[in-house]
């Protein structure tokens, strides 16, 4: 049993041994909960809960006019009834948006009646349209997404992971670097050409960008 001290301020160190088991690293935001064994400490959940009505539309007053740059044309049919569906980069948009009545509707609809999967490479090319092709600063698009991953019926593959990549794209990081570190936390190093990218990635997690 590992024993620790309270400062005068009423901080508390936790074990290295466990922060390390826990993947618990500086900043991170925790929960303190008060239980009848004691205080029990929980990190917070990645992502604040959000409802549909708050996240349906709300880049729709940010956006221009619907532009001649388009996502992929939007897929029909499919499986219906299913326990979880993904959904592509194009209802993501339309439904944050608002710029097409139609597929905004449908985007909705589906929302609003599934368990939705987001894979990791729709997150990533919906911030390349939202910045792209409808201008939007990373203060704007991460402020959507962390509106859409907090519905209570989204799911991703790594919701922590995706969490991080929003931070270190707020502070500065392009977002794709972003997200190719978080996800590779746990691993020795990421090698690349990018100077930019060592220069920016310094400091940030475990897993050390290094130019190769």
């Not at 935001?29 to 709300?58: K, W, Y």
């Not at 919701?159 to 990549?165: F, G, I, L, N, V």
């Amino acid at each position: 049993m590992e024993t620790t001290k309270l400062s005068s301020k009423g901080q508390v160190i936790i074990p290295k041994r466990l922060r390390a088991s826990h993947r618990w690293e500086a900043g991170l935001e925790l929960v303190v909960i008060d239980t009848a064994d004691g205080i029990l400490l929980r990190p917070r959940a990645p992502f604040p809960g959000s409802e549909l009505d708050q996240v349906a539309g709300m880049l729709e007053d940010r956006v221009k006019p619907k532009t001649d740059v388009e996502t992929k044309q939007q897929s029909g049919g499919g499986v219906k009834e299913q326990c979880v569906v993904a959904v592509d980069t194009n209802v993501l948009v339309r439904l944050l948006t608002r710029d097409d009545e139609p597929q905004y509707r449908a985007s909705r609809q589906l929302f609003s009646h599934e368990s939705i999967y987001i894979p990791d490479t729709v997150v990533l090319e919906t911030e390349w349209v939202l910045r792209f092709a409808y201008e939007l600063g990373p203060t704007e698009v991460c402020e959507a997404l962390r509106a859409v991953f907090g519905l209570g019926n989204v799911m991703l593959a790594d919701a922590e992971s995706m969490s991080r990549a929003l931070v270190w794209h707020e502070s500065g990081m392009d977002f794709a670097d972003a997200l190719h570190l978080a996800l590779s936390q746990g691993q020795a190093a990421l090698k690349t050409f990018d100077t930019q990218f060592v220069r920016r990635a310094k400091g940030l997690g475990k897993c050390p960008v290094e130019k190769l």
